[in-house]
């Protein structure tokens, strides 16, 4: 029996069923039950059919026009992030199917850490912003990998919000705006473009870790984007990959008017 007040302060007898309640937790155990043993299933098929196209029992993704994916984002867990040598054997896989832009993104910057040690790995790479500096973006013949995490997009965030405001302190003096500051989207860009914290839009975001999401990932930069949750790092697969970059290379993308 369980006490609790009612109107006026008094005291109201509650009478929990417990034959009610053992079937709501039976309920929801079987529930539960049945939840992750069809997610374990899915990962298992997906685990088997990665291996068959690793060993190229499987024809199907052997040939991708990877000239489609001309900015490609990796996202990984920050727990997750630690696995360097994982890291480091995905972004050679990445770098041998040809990709030429990368942008490798954890949200407590991890992977910007052991920075030096994932470029001395690769083989024909180099840092996206010593790329834009020489100004050989568009005719160089190595990966370019841009190194982010979530600090990048608040400062860039803040430092955008800094001169819109500024630019909207300039006009109320002059006396040309004294309307309530609206500031838009395109607004918003070209302060961002401004300070330098414009980065391409990639084209397709993969995601390496426990959850379903972009982890922090900048979302204005995000608005064409194909997200593919990959799961977790240490279940990473060349099969995987592959299949994920050739389904994205077939469907055709509509971005609207």
Same mark, same amino acid.
């Given at each position: 029996?369980?006490?609790?007040?009612?109107? $006026?302060?008094?005291?109201?007898?509650?009478?929990?069923?417990?034959?009610?309640?053992?079937?709501?937790?039976?309920?929801?155990? @079987?529930? *539960?039950?049945?939840?992750?043993?069809?997610?374990?299933?899915?990962?298992?098929?997906?685990?088997? &059919?990665?291996?068959? +196209?690793?060993? $190229?029992?499987?024809?199907?993704?052997?040939?991708?026009?990877?000239?489609?994916?001309?900015?490609?984002?990796?996202?990984?867990?920050? &727990? =997750? #992030?630690?696995?360097?040598?994982?890291? +480091?054997?995905?972004?050679?896989?990445? &770098?041998?199917?040809?990709?030429?832009?990368?942008?490798? %993104?954890?949200?407590?910057?991890?992977?910007?850490? /052991?920075?030096?040690?994932?470029?001395?790995?690769?083989? /024909?790479?180099?840092?996206? &912003?010593? #790329?834009?500096?020489?100004?050989?973006?568009?005719?160089?013949?190595?990966?370019?990998?841009?190194?982010?995490?979530?600090?990048?997009?608040? =400062?860039?965030?803040?430092?955008?919000?800094?001169?819109?405001?500024?630019?909207?302190?300039?006009?109320?003096? @002059?006396?040309? $705006?004294?309307? =309530?500051?609206?500031?838009? =989207?395109?607004?918003?860009?070209?302060?961002?473009? #401004?300070?330098?914290?414009?980065?391409?839009?990639?084209?397709?975001?993969? +995601? %390496?870790?426990?959850?379903?999401?972009?982890?922090?990932?900048?979302?204005?930069?995000?608005?064409?984007?194909?997200?593919? *949750?990959?799961?977790?790092?240490? %279940?990473? /697969?060349?099969?995987?990959?592959?299949?994920?970059? *050739?389904?994205?290379?077939?469907?055709?993308? /509509? %971005? $609207?008017?």
């Amino acid at each position: 029996m369980d006490l609790k007040p009612g109107a $006026g302060g008094q005291r109201v007898n509650r009478f929990v069923d417990p034959i009610s309640y053992h079937f709501l937790q039976f309920l929801w155990r @079987t529930l *539960h039950l049945l939840v992750s043993l069809w997610y374990l299933q899915v990962s298992m098929v997906q685990m088997i &059919e990665g291996f068959l +196209i690793s060993s $190229g029992l499987v024809k199907r993704y052997g040939a991708l026009d990877i000239d489609k994916v001309r900015y490609l984002a990796i996202v990984v867990d920050s &727990e =997750e #992030a630690y696995q360097i040598s994982k890291v +480091i054997q995905l972004l050679k896989w990445v &770098e041998d199917m040809g990709v030429k832009h990368l942008c490798l %993104y954890d949200s407590k910057g991890v992977l910007k850490t /052991n920075k030096k040690t994932i470029m001395e790995s690769l083989n /024909n790479a180099m840092p996206f &912003e010593e #790329a834009v500096e020489k100004d050989v973006l568009l005719d160089q013949k190595q990966m370019t990998v841009e190194f982010a995490s979530s600090s990048d997009g608040k =400062e860039a965030i803040t430092r955008a919000a800094n001169v819109l405001f500024m630019k909207y302190l300039k006009y109320a003096k @002059t006396g040309v $705006g004294k309307e =309530e500051p609206c500031f838009t =989207e395109d607004q918003m860009d070209e302060a961002l473009k #401004a300070i330098g914290y414009k980065g391409p839009e990639p084209d397709l975001l993969l +995601i %390496y870790g426990p959850v379903r999401c972009h982890l922090g990932f900048s979302p204005w930069r995000l608005r064409y984007t194909e997200m593919v *949750h990959m799961g977790p790092l240490r %279940y990473m /697969n060349l099969g995987s990959l592959k299949k994920a970059i *050739h389904r994205f290379t077939t469907v055709q993308q /509509n %971005y $609207g008017t």
